[in-house]
């Protein structure tokens, strides 16, 4: 099984079919607009603006789980992310990453990589202080907060996870091997 062999509902209407993503590298991102890790979205629009021409998909899935931190409709949560950041990648419609009504999608990809690595004493401390605020992760390998991200290759297999404290620069040299 891959990512391909998914669904995933667009902002507007219909689905996207990632089979249709085949040969591409992709970087999933669970999001919101009112979290202080928002500002990445800066780096993960200039990194797509870079590579996107080389076979790099950025899919942006808005996710309200986490604090209350994406709040407003699709189409609220799209205008802000373009008027603010000036995002042009793949953002669809909002979903849930844990829980009874989490997408398929992301089981497949926690089972996949159920465990992000987070390595210096800052980023410990923040990943700590972040799993005891958030509600929605219960389970081993569930998402702890906005901004986990699933790297993935042409093969559609995930290669590896980013916990949240981590940017695109951090996400760089992985993509670069992968592209």
């Known amino acids: 099984m891959t990512v391909y062999d998914f669904k995933v509902a667009k902002r507007k209407e219909g689905e996207l079919d990632l089979a249709e993503m085949k040969g591409k590298v992709l970087l999933i991102v669970n999001t919101a607009t009112g979290c202080g890790f928002t500002p990445q979205y800066e780096g993960l ?10 076979g790099f998909e950025i899919l942006d899935f808005p996710c309200n789980q986490f604090a209350g931190q994406a709040p407003g409709t699709d189409d609220e949560i799209h205008e802000f992310c373009t008027a603010r950041y000036k995002t042009s990648f793949d953002q669809l419609k909002k ?30 401390a923040a990943m700590k202080m972040i799993s005891s605020i958030s509600k929605t992760a219960k389970n081993p390998g569930d998402i702890r907060w906005n901004f986990t991200k699933f790297l993935v290759g042409r093969d559609g297999k995930v290669v590896k996870r980013y916990a949240p404290v ?10 670069l091997s992968l592209l």
């Open 45 to 54: 629009e200039k990194l797509y603006e870079k590579y996107r021409d080389r």
């Open 166 to 175: 981590y940017g695109a620069d951090v996400i760089e040299a992985d993509l």
């Open 95 to 124: 979903i849930e990453v844990n829980g009874e009504n989490e997408s398929p999608l992301y089981t497949f990809l926690k089972a996949e990589a159920p465990e992000e690595e987070v390595s210096g004493i800052k980023n410990k």
